[in-house]
């Protein structure tokens, strides 16, 4: 087994503001994912990484940056947050194929004011 | 139009009463997932299936990727089965989950 973990729980940025997100996985998984999620509805893929150094855009990469620093971590830039924008932001794992399970992180909440 | 296709929206179940969640794809469709997400947010994984149906306690999964649809059984709910359940597609489209839009499920006394 292993866990995600992502930092910070919580986060509150400014219209214009570059914000970054962290994820870490200790499944020693290859891949990696960004989702995000609005109020009520289900995730949508912003990017992901195949393995160390690899980055793929999503159906939502608009917007945002990604960096694969190592294997077990994957982090996510709002490169301009939007006003009044409120999102959930989920980072996924899973081993590479096409098809694998991937399990997720608890999720970090933003809120631009 | 959307690739996966969840109903009901929301669904309200007594104590002890058995129901089906489904889901149906607008598209070759090679695994499904299916989760729940608690009210903190966190998703929990349920089910991964390939083909064919699993079982897991209360709870059980069938994925016909043929027809293109993929079931979830609740059987005795619990009120600590509330919760937003989401299947999600794993389809040609690469390392992709297609989400649906969910089912929220209140269990009621």
């Known amino acids: 087994g292993g866990i995600i973990t992502q930092t910070p729980k919580f986060l509150i940025g400014q219209e214009g503001q570059k914000l970054t997100l962290k994820c870490q996985q200790n499944?020693?998984?290859?891949?990696m994912y960004w989702y995000r999620q609005d109020s009520g509805k289900g995730l949508r893929l912003i990017y992901y990484?195949?393995?160390?150094?690899?980055?793929q855009k999503g159906d939502l990469s608009e917007g945002y940056d990604a960096s694969r620093e190592k294997k077990s971590s994957f982090s996510l830039t709002v490169t301009s947050a939007q006003k009044n924008e409120m999102a959930v932001f989920l980072c996924?794992?899973?081993?590479?194929?096409?098809?694998?399970?991937?399990?997720f992180g608890p999720g970090t909440r933003l809120t631009v004011l | 139009g959307d690739q996966v296709e969840q109903s009901p929206s929301a669904l309200s179940l007594h104590e002890g009463t058995s129901s089906a969640l489904r889901c149906n794809f607008t598209?070759?469709?090679?695994?499904v997932q299916w989760f729940r997400q608690n009210s903190r947010g966190s998703l929990i994984n349920l089910f991964y299936?390939?083909?064919g149906t699993k079982e897991n306690g209360r709870l059980k999964s069938a994925f016909d990727s043929k027809e293109l649809y993929s079931t979830l059984h609740i059987r005795d709910a619990q009120l600590e089965d509330s919760g937003t359940y989401f299947c999600?597609?794993?389809?040609?489209?690469?390392?992709?989950?297609?989400f649906g839009g969910g089912t929220r499920l209140t269990v009621r006394p």
């Open positions: 996924a794992s899973s081993i590479w194929d096409n098809y694998a399970e991937q399990f």
């Open positions: 999600a597609a794993g389809n040609n489209a690469g390392a992709k989950l297609t």
């Open positions: 299936l390939a083909s």
């Open positions: 598209t070759t469709t090679r695994s």
């Open positions: 990484s195949i393995t160390e150094n690899d980055l």
């Open positions: 499944f020693n998984h290859d891949t």
